[in-house]
């Protein structure tokens, strides 16, 4: 049992050989204890009180084991099945399933050694491991492997020599039935999928639904809180953009994470009006700072971006922008909100489509970093100079609160998750000097192979601790989420951004086209001497989901076979004797007798050792006698003198006789029980 033990905590605690030798070492003493309090009970030989005793037994197991669980309850199955995605080791978890798990296994190991030895059962209990280990997909270490079947196969020699038949056949059984109980558990046992609870992809672009037909639309106003949710699968197409691919195109963006909502909405002044856009959108060419120390490599590209939904107000647009084409040459009714969101004002003609220019560069890290320190000399040199110093200083207001620390720290659900994000930030930035290296390798944290992407995943705690150090899986928007909150842990000015992704083309007709399926959330940082910076920490790494469902298939076709294999091997035999008994019972004399006596040799050579065989119907018939206090003399003189005399018998009924015997044999075995418990 402690060897079952070890191998369990082996999965739960496989990066710290010291944890499993001490919680081994625990349920190893609990084992005993377990053991010593059954055989008091066994020894009472009161069934009643027993019973009892056993039943307070596990009620006292199950509290103590609740009292040492130390996740949050709606993570308890996932780490139970999913440990690898834990970023600790769960002690408390453990010890409550050494408690919990421990009871139900170390009591059916009594009862099927000590009460009623049951080969079949031994190993199905011995199997448990190698099932959890499989369903896990965690390597089972060899030395486990080693142990179980070697004390497993001693078990079964002890049992031999008292004189259980365990072999041949019996083992046989067992193994494959160990096999195919494995695969099939693994198969079919639910991993843990929790049901989304976020609500449909609703609203993203304020009046129009995206999922719908896509009528009465609208872009008179915007939201006030982030609205992304996973649209899953839906390929209702939204634009059609013809010429560069802009990557990612913004809808709007928000500064301020409310943990109670799991939502981001703006911090500042939020009311809109006409704006200077082109204060916002002139400056992003680096190229007009006249800094020459640096090779900038800037390529301007523009695209034509068609709704399919009707017509528009609301202007998807990428960053770094440089300048917008309107039907009719429009521009000047193009007006920005604060959450940089681009509009049509609200007494102009929505339009169908519109062009945007923008620049694609790839950003210098010596050139931001000339700009954090001298950006008002270079900007002096600059034709637009003073807008970049005037959205800095905007910039630089709001940011004195959201990166204060009582800000930083409400977006937490505890202080140990508002540190962890600190060091960890820290941790992943340690080699890092410019706040655009530290934004890249923050993204490229989020890109590594221990987080997944999944759109079916939503627990019921959602917060940015639960994701980043316990799931590390989930959608666009809960790395949104974490990405920033790390960024300002590094005192980085960062915001949420929800928008499109850009990725499909149709090369028939030469255009890029976006689906509500690509609703995207992503993250931009401000890097001095460029602004606002587009970083996407979102996961491409799958894992298939919670159900492998070629693990499936064929954990199905091997329990088929089992299904049909154990038909054949336990119920035909069964079904043929029952069929040959009732066709003996319509029968009498010579008949009866030849039916009826070979059973009886066949139940007897089952029951004796291989040592106590007989091969006379005198010796069986003395065995019989000796063994199990029961007369067989008319049954087996019968057949004698049918099968060996050729003699020609009367009609006398042989049932009784047979039916005697099987209730002695009954009676016998369970006295022999009886004796075996009471030692």
Known sequence: MTVLFSSIIYIYAASSPATVLLLTAFGGVYTFVLFLCLDFLQKLNKPPIAAAGVVGLLILSLFIGY????????????????????????????????????????????????????SVFVFLICMCPFSLFAKTFSDIPVIYIILIATLYFVLLITKQNIGISTGGKNTVIVLSGFIIIVVGAASFMPKPKFAPYRENFDELITGISIGGAGAGLDFNSYSDSSSYSSSGDDETIVFTIKGSNPGLIKRQCFNRYNLSSDTWSYYGESETGYNNIWKYISWTDPRTFNYTNTNFNVKEASAVIETQNGRIRALYTPENLSGFSLPEGRTSNIYRTPMDEYFLSANNPAITQYTIRWYELEPDASFSEIMSQKYKDICSTASYGEDYLSVLDENNELYEYLLSAQVRRDCFGSDDGFEKFGELARMITENCGSDLEKATAIEQYFLSDIFVYDDEFAPVDSSPETFLFNYRRGVCSDYATAMVLLCRELGLKSRYVEGFLVQKYNSENEYYYVTAADSHAYVQVWIDGYGWTDFDPT??????????????????????????????VFAVPKIKDRALLKRAAKLRGREQAVILFPRVNKLIHAKLGKHELVYTVSELKKNVSEKYGA?????????????????????????PTYARLIRQIKQKEKEERKRKSQK
């Open 67 to 118: 009292l040492c669980i130390d996740s949050y309850p709606d993570m308890l199955y996932q780490w139970f099945f999913e440990p690898d995605k834990m970023n600790r080791i769960y002690v408390g978890n453990i010890f409550a399933l050494i408690f919990m798990c421990g009871f139900v296994l170390g009591s059916a190991l009594y009862y099927f050694t000590r009460i009623r030895y049951r």
């Open 631 to 655: 007369d067989i003399s008319d049954l087996a003189d019968a057949y004698e003198r049918t099968v060996y005399g050729e003699e020609n018998i009367g009609g006398e009924n042989y049932m």
């Open 539 to 568: 996961s491409t790494r799958t894992d298939g989901g919670y159900f492998d469902n070629t693990f499936l298939i064929f954990g199905g076709i091997v329990v088929l076979i089992a299904l049909v294999g154990g038909f054949v």
